[in-house]
């Protein structure tokens, strides 16, 4: 089975068996009964999927695909340390984490259901949420819990400045403005809100599976997007009537763009590169993702 990321290059995604967002991957990861899955991808969506089929055999097509978020997470001695601290909080790690990571926390989350996870958290625990600060700071609002947040970022979401939806905001007043929520302008966005400087029918913060299905339904024409560019290779396929303008040109993540179609082929061809965690980690890492996975389903 060939599983492919919203950010994908096309060619990558017109001949995947299923392309989808992070949570939607994992959960298809989850339930297939292919012997081999190949992760086009960044590495930790590999791990992510090697956790959860410990029986089956996971590539990924670039072992350097990695990961700007992963690279600004925090090492494990300082999440241990928050855990000393605060014996009774419990840690939400967001997917784009290491296993050994996710093997600390309590829980797992994506952009998709990072609200539902920390409401889902009794309200007297603290809750350590790591490692994107936009993310935290998104579900802290929605959900008025106080959380303790990483300092960490998407380099191509936190690239995506407020000052450029305002721009397009005026370019695009009959546009709907779907907005991923790690990037810095959410903040802008739930100000203007709290303002009733815009609408909330007209502007929504999703994931990129959260995007597609919205789009969908929408009776709009035009949305401008921001989040990586290869989604909306995704929405113009699904809905070539319709407009989508990106807030970036440039909103590219060079880390997904290194899954092309000849290392692909020759990771089928000769079954590389196998992505491997130990029993130890997987096992402990595999609860906080079965925790995500079990909070979707309710």
């Given at each position: 089975?060939?599983?492919?990321?919203?950010?994908?290059?096309?060619?990558?995604?017109?001949?995947?068996?299923?392309?989808?967002?992070?949570?939607?991957?994992?959960?298809?990861?989850?339930?297939?009964?292919?012997?081999?899955?190949?992760?086009?991808?960044?590495?930790?969506?590999?791990?992510?999927?090697?956790?959860v089929?410990?029986?089956k055999?996971v590539?990924?097509?670039?072992?350097s695909?990695?990961c700007?978020l992963?690279?600004?997470?925090?090492?494990?001695?300082?999440?241990?340390?928050?855990?000393?601290?605060?014996?009774?909080?419990?840690?939400?790690?967001?997917?784009?984490t290491?296993?050994?990571?996710?093997?600390?926390?309590?829980?797992?989350?994506?952009?998709?259901?990072?609200?539902?996870?920390?409401?889902s958290?009794?309200?007297?625990?603290?809750?350590l949420?790591?490692?994107?600060?936009?993310?935290?700071?998104?579900?802290?609002?929605?959900?008025?819990?106080?959380?303790?947040?990483?300092?960490?970022?998407?380099?191509?979401?936190?690239?995506?400045?407020?000052?450029?939806?305002t721009?397009?905001?005026?370019?695009?007043?009959?546009?709907?403005?779907?907005?991923?929520?790690?990037?810095?302008?959410?903040?802008?966005?739930?100000?203007?809100?709290?303002?009733?400087?815009?609408?909330?029918?007209?502007?929504?913060?999703?994931?990129?599976?959260?995007m597609?299905?919205?789009?969908?339904?929408?009776?709009?024409?035009e949305?401008?997007?921001?989040?990586?560019?290869?989604?909306?290779?995704?929405?113009?396929?699904?809905?070539?009537?319709?407009?989508?303008?990106p807030?970036?040109?440039?909103?590219?993540c060079?880390?997904m763009?290194?899954?092309?179609?000849?290392?692909?082929?020759?990771?089928?061809?000769?079954?590389?590169?196998?992505?491997?965690?130990?029993?130890?980690?997987?096992?402990r890492?595999r609860?906080?993702?079965?925790?995500?996975?079990?909070?979707?389903?309710?």
């Amino acid at each position: 089975m060939i599983l492919a990321h919203n950010y994908q290059i096309p060619q990558i995604q017109d001949i995947a068996d299923y392309v989808g967002d992070s949570l939607a991957l994992s959960r298809a990861a989850s339930e297939t009964e292919a012997e081999v899955i190949v992760f086009c991808g960044v590495y930790f969506m590999a791990e992510t999927a090697a956790i959860v089929n410990p029986s089956k055999r996971v590539l990924i097509p670039d072992q350097s695909a990695g990961c700007s978020l992963v690279e600004s997470s925090p090492d494990i001695q300082r999440v241990r340390e928050w855990k000393l601290k605060h014996p009774h909080g419990a840690v939400v790690a967001y997917v784009n984490t290491t296993a050994e990571i996710k093997a600390e926390s309590d829980y797992c989350c994506t952009s998709a259901n990072a609200v539902e996870v920390v409401n889902s958290i009794p309200s007297d625990k603290d809750i350590l949420f790591i490692p994107d600060m936009f993310l935290g700071a998104y579900a802290q609002s929605v959900t008025g819990r106080k959380l303790d947040l990483w300092p960490g970022e998407c380099h191509v979401h936190a690239g995506i400045r407020p000052e450029e939806v305002t721009k397009l905001r005026r370019e695009f007043p009959k546009a709907e403005f779907l907005i991923h929520p790690e990037c810095s302008c959410v903040s802008l966005y739930l100000y203007h809100l709290a303002n009733n400087d815009i609408s909330n029918d007209r502007s929504h913060i999703l994931s990129t599976g959260g995007m597609m299905e919205h789009v969908k339904s929408s009776r709009s024409d035009e949305f401008v997007v921001a989040t990586e560019t290869g989604m909306l290779y995704r929405l113009r396929k699904m809905q070539p009537r319709k407009m989508f303008v990106p807030v970036r040109e440039d909103a590219t993540c060079k880390y997904m763009k290194m899954i092309t179609i000849e290392n692909l082929h020759r990771s089928l061809r000769d079954m590389v590169y196998e992505v491997r965690v130990s029993e130890e980690t997987s096992s402990r890492a595999r609860v906080a993702i079965q925790r995500m996975l079990d909070i979707d389903k309710e």
